[in-house]
């Protein structure tokens, strides 16, 4: 079965940076769009960044010129590296095969102000 785990999350203060890393149990990036998505607490869960087989990519208004996604198929990974975080910021951070539908457990982001 599938699986996807997200790792990296944590404690940081205002305009710092965190990368997060999202491995699959099996190779599943060759075919599939990868995303992340984040929820923060009392909302609704928003993709803010995706990327595509070729390498394509696509962010949300709210974390673009901020955030990067990134892949690596070899490996079967997928990052998020953010920087410049702001509080609102702050949420679980969710990695997901798109086609496939397979959701990760989630890791927590906090940023202080």
């Known amino acids: 079965q599938v699986q996807l785990v997200e790792s990296g999350g944590g404690l940081v203060q205002a305009g710092g940076s965190l990368t997060l890393s999202c491995a699959a149990s099996?190779?599943?990036?060759?075919?599939?769009?990868m995303a992340w998505s984040r929820q923060a607490p009392g909302t609704q869960r928003e993709r803010i960044a995706a990327?595509?087989?070729?390498?394509?990519?696509i962010y949300a208004d709210s974390v673009l010129g901020r955030f990067t996604i990134a892949r690596d198929n070899a490996k079967n990974l997928v990052y998020l590296q953010m920087t410049s975080l702001k509080p609102e910021d702050t949420g679980v951070y969710y990695c997901?095969?798109?086609?496939?539908?397979?959701w990760g457990q989630g890791t927590q982001v906090t940023v202080s102000s």
């Open positions: 997901n095969a798109v086609a496939t539908g397979m």
């Open positions: 099996r190779s599943i990036f060759s075919g599939d769009t």
């Open positions: 990327i595509t087989t070729g390498g394509y990519t």
